[in-house]
C-alpha cells in the first residue's frame, strides 16, 4: 500500500511540475506551428531572456542560426530561454530552409 502511495505521490507531483512549466510557456503566448520570431518578440516583451551563451557564434560574434540563444540540428532546433523568475526553459523550433522562417515546435 505504501508503494502505492508513494508512487502515485511521484506520478502527482510530476503532473504538477509539467504543468507549471506548461502553464508559463502558454502564458508568454508560445504557439506551436508559429514564427519564431514574432513569438521571440512576445517573449521579449513579456519579460523573459534569451540564453545568448547557448547558440554558436561565428569568428566576428555573430550568431550561426539567426538567434544567438538557437542551436540548430539539421531540421531543428532548440532556443534556451529564462522566463522572468530565472526558471530556464527550452524551446523546440523547426529549422526549414536557408531563408524560411523558424517555426516553434513546442516548449520543453
Same mark, same amino acid.
Given at each position: ?7 502515485? /505521490? ?7 511540475? =509539467?504543468? =507549471?512549466?506548461?502553464? =508559463? ?5 508560445? %504557439?506551436?506551428?508559429?514564427? +519564431?520570431? *514574432? ?5 521579449? =516583451?513579456?519579460?523573459?531572456?534569451? !540564453? ?14 539567426? +538567434?544567438? *540563444? %538557437? ?12 522566463? /522572468?523568475?530565472?526558471? *530556464?526553459? /527550452? ?10 522562417? +523558424?517555426? %516553434?515546435? !513546442?516548449? *520543453?
Amino acid at each position: 500500500m505504501r508503494a502505492k502511495r508513494r508512487k502515485l /505521490s511521484i506520478f502527482l507531483g510530476v503532473l504538477i511540475l =509539467a504543468g =507549471a512549466r506548461f502553464g =508559463a510557456a502558454q502564458a508568454a503566448g508560445i %504557439v506551436p506551428g508559429e514564427d +519564431y520570431a *514574432e513569438q521571440r518578440a512576445q517573449l521579449l =516583451a513579456a519579460g523573459w531572456k534569451p !540564453n545568448t551563451g547557448y547558440g554558436l557564434k561565428l569568428a566576428g560574434g555573430k550568431p550561426m542560426h539567426r +538567434y544567438p *540563444e %538557437v542551436l540548430c540540428g539539421m531540421d531543428r532546433c532548440r532556443a534556451k530561454w529564462r522566463d /522572468s523568475r530565472g526558471a *530556464e526553459h /527550452s524551446i523546440m523550433l523547426r529549422r526549414g530552409g536557408l531563408t524560411d522562417p +523558424y517555426r %516553434v515546435m !513546442n516548449e *520543453e
